[in-house]
C-alpha cells in the first residue's frame, strides 16, 4: 500500500487507525495529532517530510524541542507519537524501514505522587457532606468524595459512570478504564451506604425530569451540559473547594491525590502490590511501585521526627 500523499494524511490515518484498532481515548488522540503537526510544521520549514524522514532528522527535531526549553516529559511525548507513527506506516508497508525505532528518549524524572494522610482526607470527607447549595449537592459531594477514596479510579471514570453500575445493591462496581479495559473495584461500607443515598435522590430528580417531558440520564452524576454528567473540570473545583472548606491545603489536592492516597493506604495496611495494580487498573506493575517510593519516604520522615537518636542532642551548659 502506497503512503498517503501529504503529511495531514499520513496523520488522519494514524489517527484514525488507532481510535478504530486500539480504541484510543479522545484526550490520547488529540496529543498525538497537536506533537504529530509539530513535527510536520517543523518538517516543512526544511522542505522534507514523513516519507523522507530519517534518524537524524527525528533526533535534530528532539535536540530543537530540547532547545526551545520544552520539558523532557513533553519531549518523550512527542517522541512517544513519532514512534507510533513510524511503527504504524513501517507495518502498512508506507516504508521500508522505521527511522525511529532506535532512539532513546529523554526520560522522565520519577517524581513522587504528592498524597494524603488519614486525617486530612477524613477531613475532606466531612468537608462534603457539609458544603452544597441544596441537600441534592451535599449528598451528591459525598457520594463522589466516598466512591473516589474507596475504589481510587480516576477522575474521569467516577464521573462518567453510568448508573446501571450502582443498580442491585452493588459490593463492586465495573468500571471503564484506559484503552476500553473493564476491571471491577469493591466499595468499602461509607462508600456503599454514600452510593445508595444518592442513588435515591438521584432518582427522584430524574423522575421530575421525565415528568415534564425530559430524557432521563443514563449516568450517575448527571449534568445538563454537553457530555451529560458531571465534567472533570467541574469536579477538580469542587475538590479545591472541598479542600478549603476542610481546611486541607489546596495546593495539595486534587482528584489523582485521592487516587494516590488510597493506594498508599492500602500498601501502608499490608495490602499486595499485585492487588493494588488490579483495583487502580495499571497495565504494568512497575507503574503501582512508586507507591512502595512514597511510604518509604515517609517512614523515613517518622523516623527523623520521632526517634530520639534523631533528634539534635541538648548542648551541656556551664
Known amino acids: 500500500m502506497g503512503a498517503p500523499a501529504s503529511q495531514n494524511l499520513w496523520i488522519s490515518t494514524f489517527l484514525e487507525a488507532q481510535a478504530a484498532e486500539l480504541g484510543a481515548a479522545t484526550n490520547t488522540l488529540l496529543a498525538y ?7 510536520a510544521s517543523w518538517l516543512e520549514r526544511r522542505k522534507t517530510d514523513f516519507d523522507e524522514v530519517d534518524r537524524d532528522k527525528i533526533e535534530a527535531y528532539l535536540i530543537d524541542c530540547d532547545a526551545l526549553g520544552l520539558s523532557s516529559s513533553t519531549r518523550a511525548r512527542r517522541l512517544s507519537a513519532i514512534k507510533q507513527l513510524y511503527r504504524f506506516a513501517f507495518e502498512e508497508g508506507w516504508r521500508e524501514s522505521n527511522p525511529a525505532i532506535q532512539i532513546k528518549g529523554p526520560g522522565r524524572p520519577k517524581r513522587l505522587p504528592k498524597t494524603l494522610d488519614v486525617p486530612e482526607v477524613d477531613r475532606l470527607l466531612e468537608a462534603a457532606r457539609k458544603m452544597g447549595r441544596s441537600t441534592a ?18 477522575v474521569t471514570e467516577l464521573v462518567s459512570l453510568p448508573v446501571s453500575s450502582a443498580r442491585g445493591d452493588p459490593r463492586m462496581l465495573l468500571v471503564l478504564g484506559k484503552g476500553g479495559k473493564e476491571r471491577m473495584v469493591p466499595l468499602s461500607p461509607p462508600a456503599l451506604e454514600a452510593l445508595s443515598v444518592w442513588l435515591e435522590l ?18 450517575l452524576f448527571p449534568s445538563r451540559g454537553k ?8 469536579f477538580f473545583l469542587l475538590v479545591k473547594e ?10 495539595k489536592v486534587t482528584p489523582h491525590t485521592l487516587r494516590h492516597a ?6 501502608a495496611n499490608g495490602a499486595d502490590l499485585r492487588s493494588i495494580q488490579t483495583l487502580l487498573g495499571h497495565a504494568d506493575v ?19 521526627e520521632h526517634h530520639p537518636l534523631a533528634k539534635d542532642e541538648p548542648s551541656d551548659k556551664g
Open 202 to 219: 438521584r432518582d427522584e430528580v430524574e423522575e421530575q425530569v421525565v415528568a415534564k417531558g425530559g430524557q432521563a440520564s443514563r449516568f
Open 262 to 267: 488510597f493506594a498508599t493506604h492500602l500498601l
Open 242 to 251: 472541598l479542600a478549603v472548606e476542610g481546611g486541607v491545603s489546596p495546593e
Open 286 to 304: 512497575a507503574t503501582t511501585e512508586i507507591y512502595t517510593h512514597v511510604l518509604d519516604e515517609r517512614l523515613s520522615e517518622l523516623v527523623l
Open 137 to 154: 449537592d451535599k449528598v451528591r459531594n459525598t457520594c463522589l468524595m466516598e466512591l473516589l477514596y474507596a475504589t481510587g479510579m480516576r
Open 227 to 234: 457530555s451529560g454528567h458531571l465534567t472533570r473540570h467541574r
Open 33 to 39: 495529532g497537536r506533537d504529530l503537526k509539530d513535527f
